[in-house]
């Protein structure tokens, strides 16, 4: 069975920083496209970020790049996402997502998902 596990969401003043994971389990990990979506409250699930399973293809979009950062460890199984220069419209609950063909910035073509963790940017 496969379980995604997101942790280090929080509050945070507008600004600051903050780093997911995920944490993968039941997954070939190595051999999956993992995402980040995120989903503010009363708004439809978007995509953040996704990179290859090697790590050697990366897509952002265009709200955060310059200020988000993907990677992933494989030895790990595991996915981050670190988030400098937080604005409050980045408030919302960021999802981790696999799935075992290419890049893909589209969420239901995204196989499993994580439960979510919550991140809030305070003005």
């Known amino acids: 069975q496969v379980q995604l596990v997101e942790s280090g969401g929080g509050l945070v003043q507008a600004g600051g920083s903050l780093r997911l994971s995920c944490a993968a389990s039941g997954l070939t990990f190595g051999a999956a496209t993992m995402g980040w979506f995120r989903q503010a409250p009363e708004k439809e699930r978007e995509f953040v970020a996704t990179i290859s399973w090697s790590g050697g293809s990366i897509s952002y979009t265009d709200s955060v790049k310059g200020r988000f950062t993907i990677s992933r460890d494989n030895a790990k199984n595991t996915v981050y996402l670190q988030m400098n220069s937080l604005k409050p419209e980045d408030t919302a609950v960021y999802y981790c997502?696999?799935?075992?063909?290419?890049?893909?910035?589209?969420?239901?073509?995204?196989?499993?998902w994580g439960q979510g963790t919550q991140v809030t940017v305070s003005s």
């Open positions: 997502a696999a799935r075992y063909q290419y890049l893909s910035t589209i969420a239901h073509e995204y196989r499993y």
